[in-house]
């Protein structure tokens, strides 16, 4: 059973930095691509940064140049780096991690961590 553990998240005035983290536990895993979400109440969840195995990274046009995704695949895990946060960025933020298991692609989702940015 593959667990994903989010932590990191809280509150921040405008222009201050969190770092959240996912890790991925559930024995030998083959994990593909890494990502974060957030969604907002009333929204949908939308895609935020992603960043496959080979290291290759996209991010949403709202974080460019202020969030950086990073992962360790020793441990399993996904970071997501967020300066300069604005009020807008406050949603609830979900990790997605991509399993390989033979010819299928098993997504998982964390529980998910919520993030204020006060004005």
């Known amino acids: 059973q593959v667990q994903l553990v989010e932590s990191g998240g809280g509150m921040v005035q405008a222009g201050g930095s969190l770092r959240l983290s996912c890790a991925a536990s559930?024995?030998?895993?083959?994990?593909?691509?890494m990502a974060w979400y957030r969604q907002v109440p009333g929204s949908t969840r939308d895609v935020v940064a992603s960043i496959t195995n080979g290291g290759t990274t996209n991010y949403a046009d709202a974080v460019k140049g202020r969030f950086t995704i990073s992962r360790d695949d020793a441990k399993n895990t996904v970071y997501l780096q967020m300066n300069r946060l604005k009020p807008e960025d406050t949603a609830v933020y979900y990790c997605k991690v991509d399993e390989q298991r033979s010819i299928w692609t098993i997504i998982h989702w964390g529980q998910g961590t919520q993030v204020t940015v006060s004005s």
């Open positions: 559930g024995g030998d895993l083959d994990i593909k691509t």
